[in-house]
């Protein structure tokens, strides 16, 4: 394939390909042969390359292992019929990861890059989209910093990296969650809104004391007065209150913007549902729930794109979801953004590219 920079590509000897069992996939455990990496030194990133997927070499000193300074990115590419690899909305990738390298001291990363780099590795890779309804190939693309220096500053190297991971299905049930009201993922002027490790390093805690309970995720409230929704774990929740769809916005700074997110709520309108970009009060959840009222809740993210809610517990009481129908809007919009990313269904909002 051809691409606009040139950079050496080095195959593996040892492909994975023949010994992987892509019928029984867990999520994020099985990676794919090669990686695309590029180093940023004085100003400038270099040495582009593909090279066998392995471990790297790091200095203990390494910035990122003490204070965290690292960025992530999470897509997918899929197969269609024809065999051609399909990748969704890659360039939202591309300008999310930007977003959260300004907030963290980090280089802006030139659209070529990211792009050549992706498509060159996917192309090459191709071989390992899986093929099987609900999998594909999930995409890691990520930046860290690596000066070799303990003293609290900006780094002023870093490395860019993509690699990727057949995955299945990510949550093949219904998923219940947990109102969460005393531990806190994001405060307005923090880092909620970047893609940034110790969010996810910060929230473990809590989501383990959830699960412990018997839940799958949390569902976070504001971390000022613990009253309102704001997302899940690694997704952004929806939902459906006497026909109108409620999410919550994200221009507080505190909510990771996500691209399954906005794509939902394109097809919303594409479809005239009507829909309210607000926070929903948890105890407007619990009338709601009390009421009869709530009819679907969901999860959207790229890992799960939709993840049905059928359990909800605020502040100790269980609230059990309505079982949902084929014409709920959650299955319908998984249906439809399935569709566009296999390849079936018109893609009028030019969000695939295809390899
Ligand atoms: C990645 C992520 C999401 C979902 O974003 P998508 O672009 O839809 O995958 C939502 N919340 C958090 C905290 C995330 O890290």
Redo the contacts with the bound molecule.
């Keep these: 394939m051809k691409t606009a920079l040139d950079f050496p590509v080095t195959k593996t000897q040892n492909s994975k390909l023949a010994t992987t069992d892509f019928s029984n996939l867990v999520f994020g455990k099985t990676i794919s042969d090669h990686m695309f990496v590029a180093d940023y030194k004085n100003g400038e990133w270099t040495d582009l390359r593909i090279e066998p997927y392995a471990p790297l070499s790091l200095n203990p000193a390494n910035a990122t292992l003490h204070y965290g300074q690292s960025i992530f990115e999470?897509m997918k590419a899929y197969k269609n019929e024809e065999d051609e690899v399909i990748v969704f909305r890659g360039d939202a990738n591309w300008k999310r990861l930007n977003e959260s390298a300004e907030r963290m001291c980090m280089p802006q990363i030139p659209q070529e890059i990211f792009m050549d780099g992706l498509m060159t590795l996917l192309d090459l890779d191709r071989d390992w989209v899986p093929t099987a309804k609900g999998s594909s190939l999930y995409v890691r693309p990520y930046m860290f910093a690596t000066d070799d220096y303990i003293g609290v500053k900006p780094s002023e190297t870093f490395k860019f990296i993509i690699f990727t991971c057949p995955v299945g299905n990510y949550y093949s049930k219904p998923v219940s969650v947990k109102v969460e009201t005393k531990y806190t993922r994001a405060v307005a002027g923090g880092t909620g809104a970047a893609?940034t490790a110790g969010?996810y390093a910060a929230s473990l805690y809590p989501a383990l004391q959830a699960q412990k309970a018997g839940y799958d995720q949390l569902l976070w409230t504001d971390g000022k007065s613990h009253t309102l929704i704001e997302?899940s774990?690694?997704?952004?929740v929806m939902f459906k209150i006497d026909g109108k769809l409620i999410t919550a916005p994200t221009n507080t700074g505190t909510i990771?913007k996500?691209?399954?997110?906005d794509s939902v709520i394109q097809l919303a309108k594409d479809w005239d549902e009507p829909l309210e970009e607000r926070f929903l009060a948890v105890s407007e959840l619990e009338t709601a729930l009390k009421s009869g009222t709530l009819e679907e809740a969901f999860g959207?993210?790229?890992a799960a794109t939709i993840a049905h809610i059928e359990r909800i517990n605020i502040n100790g009481t269980d609230y059990i979801l309505p079982e949902k129908d084929a014409d709920s809007f959650s299955y319908r919009v998984l249906s439809e953004l399935d569709g566009i990313k296999y390849g079936e269904i018109e893609d009028t909002h030019n969000w695939v590219v295809k390899i």
């Design positions: 999470g893609k969010n997302e774990g690694t997704m952004n990771l996500g691209i399954t997110r959207t993210g790229t």
